[in-house]
């Protein structure tokens, strides 16, 4: 069973995840393992369930640095122009500010190049389906001495939100080292209700300005979304079809995000499962396909 991966130009923030009732995030393009590129994604929903588990600022101006092209055969992303460095909101929205870099630095602590061995320990972030491919055999693919993840039922957006318990929580697989200060993220944040741009990015950044000022140690944040049915279309006939892809307008604010917070956000692709019938619960996939995604998205953070 292959997995499919899309990528998306995108925007920026944090982290990753599958339960009985989560759902899972937007996206626009992607690609597959062998590197094929697949066809734009629409949108997705995702609704979640509880648990506990779980546990930088103004724009940068750095050069953006080049996604490799690892084993799961994805292209470089591309990030767009960075926003400048206090507001950035949609006409008709809130003002969106970007919390400054500890120290008052308006460039980014993350210089272009640093791949896997340069963390010490990166943090995945987000729902129930996130713990379920985490440990469906990530942890063999890389080395475990670097990872941790905190995926929690109903976590979905909560991670916007400072005050969230997840954020004190031990989380799964703590790191060797610096498990308390991660130097990355991997956020996939979840929201079923929001039907436009302004929504999302008003969550997306928030949740990046809450891990500016919780976690200064991060030099990098890469925004991810559940997985998706091939081609990032609406599994139609599946159980909560809504939570098999991602909308437009969720793929258009991560890719705002990443904008905004340049330098510091990072687009993952879309990763597709081989045929909706991976699904079970939308977003949650069978155990065989949970696996194959595990191996697919350890490739790629090993090459990223």
């Known amino acids: 069973m292959l997995f499919g991966t899309r990528t998306v130009h995108c925007g920026m923030f944090v982290v990753l995840v599958a339960c009985s009732s989560e759902v899972g995030p937007p996206s626009q393009g992607s690609m597959s393992t062998s590197g094929q590129a697949a066809s734009p994604a629409q949108g997705n929903d995702a609704s979640m369930s509880s648990g506990t588990q779980p546990s930088s600022s103004g724009t940068a101006t750095n050069p953006e640095p080049v996604v490799d092209s690892g084993s799961g055969g994805m292209t470089p992303v591309t990030t767009p122009e960075a926003s400048t460095d206090q507001d950035a909101a949609t006409s008709d929205g809130p003002v ?10 308006s460039d980014s602590s993350f210089p272009p190049g640093l791949r896997y061995n340069d963390f010490s320990c990166s943090w995945v972030l987000g729902i129930h389906t996130t713990a379920e491919w985490f440990m469906a055999g990530f942890l063999t693919a890389v080395d475990p001495t670097r990872w941790q993840a905190s995926g929690i039922e109903m976590a979905q957006f909560q991670w916007a939100n400072a005050g969230y318990g997840g954020w ?19 956020f996939c944040g979840v929201d079923t209700g929001s039907t436009t741009v302004q929504a999302y990015l008003t969550e997306y950044a928030s949740a990046m300005n809450v891990i ?35 909308r437009p307008v969720q793929n258009q604010a991560i890719t ?15 990763w597709e499962v081989a045929s909706c019938k991976d699904f079970g619960l939308c977003p949650h996939i069978s155990a065989a396909a949970n696996m194959t995604l595990a191996k697919t998205i350890a490739d790629y953070f090993i090459a990223n």
């Open 96 to 105: 969106i500010s970007v919390v400054p870099e500890a120290g008052g630095s």
């Open 212 to 246: 500016k000022t919780k976690f200064p140690s991060v030099k990098r944040v890469d925004i991810m979304t559940t997985a998706v049915g091939p081609g990032d279309m609406e599994c139609i006939g599946a159980n909560r079809s809504g939570s098999s892809f991602i």
């Open 256 to 270: 705002q995000t990443v904008a905004m917070f340049h330098g510091f956000a990072f687009e993952c692709p879309r």
């Open 168 to 186: 004190t929580g031990a989380p799964m697989n703590p790191c060797k080292v610096n498990s308390k200060t991660p130097d990355r993220i991997v």
